[in-house]
């Protein structure tokens, strides 16, 4: 089993852990159908389109 030689040190934990903090939020892109947020490479939640098609159908 794999157990650590030498105790991590505050240091070298608190780095490990610091990316937490510098990621980026999601992009967020304009549906050219309805106009709404949505993510990039998503079907819009709102109107349920995707590359110009109907996805999905939207319950209204």
Same mark, same amino acid.
């Given at each position: 089993?794999?157990?650590?030689k030498r105790r991590t040190s505050k240091a070298?934990?608190?780095?490990r852990r610091s990316i937490w903090g510098q990621m980026a939020a999601p992009t967020?892109?304009?549906c050219p159908q309805c *106009?709404?947020?949505?993510?990039n *490479?998503?079907?819009?939640?709102k109107c349920g389109y995707y590359k110009g098609r109907e996805a999905i159908q939207v319950a209204e």
């Open positions: 089993m794999g157990v650590p070298r934990k608190n780095k967020l892109v304009e *106009h709404q947020l949505k993510l *490479h998503r079907v819009c939640p």
